[in-house]
C-alpha cells in the first residue's frame, strides 16, 4: 500500500537496506574497471544527462520482452532481484520490472529540468532507491526536484494555480525508497537534480515497476492552498 505523503509529486514509499547493491556494485567495479563507461549512449543522446553515468541491468526501450532485457551486468545483481520484487509487489501489486538501472551523478553538477515522455510511465511506477549521497554527510547537499513555471505559457492573468507549478524538492537518503512523479500526460511537470557537494558522487538505484494493475499515484494529490507559490 502506498503511503500518505506531504508531497504533491513525491512518495517516500518504503526503507530497504541497500548494502548488498553497493558491495556487488563494489565488485563490478573491480572485475570492470571501465563499467561505467561501456553504456554512454544515455549520456550522449540526452543532453540533459551529459553529467551521468549509468549501468543497465534490465533495460529495453521497446520492452518487448523483460527477460530478454537482462543485460550483462544483471549476474551482478541476479541474487537481488528476488527481494525488490517482493518489496515492489508488496507496495503496488504484482508486476514486472520494466527497466532496471544504476546511475552516477558528477559532483558540483546539474541534471538540468526535463520530462522522461515514454508512453510505459503511463503504465508503471518510476523509483528511486539512493545507493550514494552527499545528503548522508550533509543533509540538503544534493536535492532532487519536480515541478518548474514556464511563464511564457502558464496563465498568471487567469489567476490560474494548480499543484503542477510547485517546485518540490527532496535531500533522498540513502536507503530510502521514492516514487516520483513521471507522468508523460503532464509535460509541465518537469523534473531536475542539483548535486551540490565536491566530493561525493550520487549513485542511484532506479527502477519502473509496471504492476498487473495500475493505479497512478499523483493524480489525486494537491497542495494546501496556503502553500502554493509560484516558483
Excluded at 510547485?166 to 518537469?190: A, F, G, R
Excluded at 504492476?211 to 502553500?227: G, I, Q, R
Amino acid at each position: 500500500m502506498i503511503p500518505e505523503s506531504p508531497y504533491a509529486n513525491f512518495n517516500r514509499i518504503s526503507l530497504y537496506e541497500t548494502q548488498g547493491w553497493k558491495n556487488s556494485l563494489i565488485n563490478l567495479e573491480k572485475e570492470k574497471p571501465d563499467v561505467w563507461n561501456i553504456c554512454n549512449r544515455r549520456q550522449r543522446d540526452y543532453d540533459t544527462h551529459k553529467n551521468t553515468k549509468n549501468i543497465p541491468i534490465i533495460y529495453d526501450e521497446q520492452l518487448r520482452d523483460t527477460k530478454n532485457a537482462q543485460t550483462i551486468f544483471f549476474p551482478f545483481f541476479s541474487h537481488l532481484i528476488n527481494s525488490l520484487e517482493e518489496k515492489l509487489n508488496s507496495i503496488y501489486g504484482d508486476g514486472i520490472i520494466l527497466r532496471l538501472l544504476i546511475t552516477k551523478q558528477e559532483v558540483r553538477s546539474i541534471i538540468t529540468p526535463h520530462t522522461d515522455n515514454l508512453d510505459t510511465f503511463k503504465t508503471s511506477h518510476r523509483v528511486h532507491l539512493p545507493l550514494y549521497t552527499a545528503n548522508t554527510g550533509k543533509y540538503g547537499d544534493t536535492l532532487f526536484c519536480i515541478g518548474n513555471v514556464n511563464h511564457r505559457q502558464s496563465s498568471i492573468k487567469d489567476k490560474h494555480i494548480n499543484r503542477r507549478w510547485i517546485q518540490e524538492s527532496v535531500p533522498m537518503c540513502v536507503d530510502e525508497m521514492w516514487e516520483i512523479n513521471n507522468s508523460p500526460d503532464d509535460l509541465t511537470i518537469q523534473h531536475s537534480v542539483i548535486n551540490h557537494s565536491n566530493d561525493v558522487e550520487k549513485i542511484h538505484l532506479i527502477m519502473d515497476w509496471k504492476p498487473k494493475n495500475m493505479v497512478f499515484s499523483f493524480n489525486k494529490k494537491e497542495l494546501d492552498k496556503d502553500k502554493e507559490t509560484l516558483a
